[in-house]
């Protein structure tokens, strides 16, 4: 067999057209969001009981969406980014509060 020519099935076959399974174009799941950082970063808000709250709401979200269940994943990860913005504000709260009781407060 020459090097010029070359065989119609091997060329079919290097082009992809004949031997093609559309099997392995399936769907790439959606992105993880579960928000981990932020509500690990909420921790350290003293607003407590709304902390962990997201932080359960965060690993909820990762546990569905690695068990396959992309919307309830989704669903999970909105509610663990709502509740820490919430828990957030409430901390930033209850900081500006105590720091104004504690600067506005005379001692005689």
């Not at 009981?49 to 909105?78: E, H, T």
């Amino acid at each position: 067999m020459a090097l010029g020519v070359l065989n119609p099935q091997l060329k079919s076959s290097l082009s992809g057209s004949e031997f093609f399974d559309s099997s392995y174009l399936e769907e790439l799941p959606p992105p993880l969001q579960s928000y981990l950082c932020l509500t690990i970063f909420t921790c350290f808000c003293p607003a407590y009981p709304v902390n962990i709250v997201a932080l359960v709401f965060s690993i909820m979200s990762r546990n569905s969406y690695y068990r396959g269940d992309y919307d309830g994943s989704r669903r999970l990860g909105r509610n663990a980014l709502y509740v820490a913005i919430a828990s957030v504000i409430i901390g930033l709260l209850i900081i500006a509060i105590s720091c104004t009781v504690h600067f506005t407060t005379m001692d005689f």
